[in-house]
C-alpha cells in the first residue's frame, strides 16, 4: 500500500511540468497493477525495419580493456534544421541497443530530425569479445569517449538519454561532464533511473519482485559462464549456484571486477543520487510512484529539487512501462513537411535521404515517456 505524499512532497513533486507543457500520462485500461504494466512494456511487440535498415555501426574504443558497439541511425544534413544535434540512448540491466524501448524511443527521435546513437554498455547486445571486464552503474566514464566520437563526426551538441540502470549511468556521467565543464553536452533524461542502487536491490528482493530479481539473475549468471569461455579461469563459476539475489552476484562479480570491495561500497560510490545537484544541464526525469523496484521515495530527495531539474512522476507506469491508453494522432510537423514535400516534388535534394526517416512516426503509439522525452530534447534545441 502507497502511502499519501505529505504537503512538502507534493509541493517537491510540483515540478516544472508546464515549463515543457507534458502530457499527462493516462494508463491503459485495466493497467493500473504496476507488475501488469512492467511486464506487459517488456513484452510488448514492436519492430522497427526501418531503423534497422538504414542503421551504421560503430566499435569505440572507451578504454585500453573495452571498446563498445553503437548503433546509429543519422539524419540527413539537408533534413536538419538546428544545429548538428545527436541523443546517445543507454539501455537498462542485461539490455541492449537493440531493446525495444531504445528502439522505439530511437525511431520518435529520428522522425524528428534528430539523430540517435543506441549505445551498447560492456559486454552487453553479442559484444562479449570486445570487453575484458564486465559491465556496471558506475561506468560513465564510457559515455565519454562516445559521445566525443561524435562531436568529431561533426555533431555540435550531444544529449544522454538512460533507461533504468543506463539512467543512472546518464546522470551520473552528467554530473562528471559539468564538473569538467565540458559545454557539448545539452540535456539529460533519464526513465525509470535506479539512482540509488541500495534501495532498488533491496526492493528486489521482496518476495513480489522475485520474478524480476529471477529473471535478471539467470541472465547474469548466463553471462558469466559465457564470459569465462572467452577468458578461462578469470571468474569462478563454482559460486554460481549459490547465488540467490542480485545483491549476492554483485558482491562475487560485479563489485570486484568493477574495482569495489563490496556490493554495498558499489552501490555507494555508483549510485547518482547524491550527484544530481552538480548538473548544469537541464534534466528530465519520468519514473512511476508504483515503480516495484526503483522505489518512488528516492525522487523525494532534496538533491532532485534544483530549478533545472524537471521530476515526471505519474501514479501509475510502473518501471519503464508507461503504456498508454490511447494512440495520439500526431504526425511531427517536421515529417508533415517532408511527407507533403515528397508528394509534391519527389525529386527535391530536402526529400533525397527521406529512406532514412521512418514514414510511419512512432508517436502514433502508446509509449508515453518516449515521446515526453523526445519533446523535452526538441524544446531543448
Known amino acids: 500500500m502507497r502511502r499519501s505524499l505529505n504537503p512538502t512532497e507534493k509541493l517537491l513533486m510540483q515540478s516544472v511540468q508546464e515549463k515543457f507543457d507534458f502530457s499527462d500520462f493516462v494508463p491503459m485500461t485495466g493497467m493500473q497493477n504496476r507488475h501488469l504494466m512492467t511486464i506487459l512494456a517488456s513484452r510488448w511487440l514492436r519492430r522497427f525495419p526501418s531503423l534497422l535498415e538504414n542503421q551504421k555501426q560503430h566499435i569505440i574504443e572507451v578504454d585500453q580493456k573495452a571498446s563498445v558497439l553503437v548503433e546509429t541511425n543519422y539524419v540527413p544534413k539537408s533534413l536538419e534544421t538546428r544545429e548538428r544535434s545527436i541523443v546517445v540512448i543507454l539501455h537498462g540491466l542485461e539490455g541492449s541497443s537493440r531493446s525495444h524501448y531504445v528502439m522505439g524511443l ?228 517536421r515529417n508533415r513537411f517532408l511527407n507533403k514535400e515528397a508528394d509534391e516534388n519527389p525529386g527535391s535534394k530536402a526529400t533525397e535521404n527521406l529512406i532514412t526517416i521512418p514514414n510511419v512516426v512512432s508517436q502514433t503509439d502508446r509509449f508515453w515517456a518516449e515521446t515526453a522525452c523526445t519533446d523535452f530534447f526538441q524544446k531543448l534545441m
Open 106 to 333: 530511437a525511431e520518435k527521435l529520428v522522425a524528428n530530425g534528430i539523430s540517435a546513437a543506441r549505445m551498447n554498455m560492456r559486454n552487453c547486445g553479442g559484444t562479449m569479445h570486445l570487453s575484458r571486464t564486465l559491465y556496471n552503474a558506475g561506468l560513465s566514464a564510457d559515455l565519454t569517449p562516445v559521445s566525443e566520437y561524435f562531436l568529431n563526426e561533426g555533431f555540435d551538441n550531444v544529449f544522454f538519454v538512460g533507461f533504468s540502470l543506463g539512467g543512472n549511468v546518464v546522470l551520473k556521467a552528467a554530473s562528471e561532464l559539468s564538473l569538467r565543464g565540458k559545454s557539448w553536452l545539452k540535456g539529460v533524461c533519464a526513465i525509470s533511473p535506479s539512482i540509488d542502487l541500495h534501495a532498488c536491490v533491496t526492493a528486489l528482493e521482496q518476495w513480489y519482485n522475485r520474478i524480476y530479481e529471477l529473471n535478471f539473475l539467470f541472465s547474469l549468471k548466463s553471462k558469466i559462464v559465457e564470459k569465462n569461455k572467452l577468458q578461462p579461469g578469470k571468474y569462478d563459476l563454482s559460486f554460481l549456484p549459490r547465488i540467490k539475489t542480485v545483491r549476492n552476484f554483485d558482491d562475487i562479480y560485479t563489485a570486484p571486477d568493477g574495482g569495489y570491495l563490496t556490493a554495498g561500497d558499489y552501490y555507494s560510490r555508483a549510485s547518482a543520487l547524491p550527484l544530481v545537484p552538480s548538473i548544469e544541464q537541464p534534466v528530465l526525469i519520468i519514473t512511476a510512484q508504483d515503480d516495484p523496484f526503483v522505489p518512488f521515495k528516492s525522487f523525494l530527495s532534496k538533491d532532485l529539487s534544483g530549478n533545472n531539474v524537471t521530476l515526471l512522476a505519474p501514479k501509475y507506469g510502473g518501471h519503464a512501462g508507461f503504456v498508454g491508453s490511447r494512440r495520439a494522432s500526431k504526425t511531427s510537423e
